[in-house]
């Protein structure tokens, strides 16, 4: 099993800056890829920015240039951060961290995030 636990969302005006963290603990050894996706109303889930096999990064087109996924490997724990800048009003969405190893895909809980003046 492998726990995911988010933090870092908020409310932020555009053009600001929000980082998420998302802290992976248990089983990590067999996780392969990982990163973010989010949601927002009334639309489906989609990729963000996730760190694939061998550690390649892959970034939705909405967020390049704005966004930056990074990952701190510790012994026991790998925390993945979204640096997100420049940020604008259709960022708005949950944001959802995402571990996976050859048989099971795991979700955090998720983390607003909204932006608006």
């Known amino acids: 099993q492998v726990q995911l636990v988010e933090s870092g969302g908020g409310l932020v005006q555009p053009g600001r800056s929000l980082r998420l963290s998302c802290a992976a603990s248990g089983s990590i050894s067999g996780i392969n890829t990982m990163g973010w996706y989010r949601q927002a109303p009334g639309k489906e889930r989609e990729l963000v920015a996730v760190?694939?096999?061998?550690?390649?990064?892959?970034?939705a087109d909405s967020v390049k240039g704005r966004f930056t996924i990074s990952r701190d490997n510790a012994k026991n724990k790998i925390t993945v951060y979204l640096q997100m800048n420049s940020l604008k009003p259709e960022d708005t969405a949950v944001y959802y961290c995402n571990a996976n190893n050859r048989f099971t895909s795991y979700w955090g809980q998720g983390t607003q995030v909204t932006v608006s003046s």
């Open positions: 760190f694939g096999n061998g550690g390649s990064t892959n970034y």
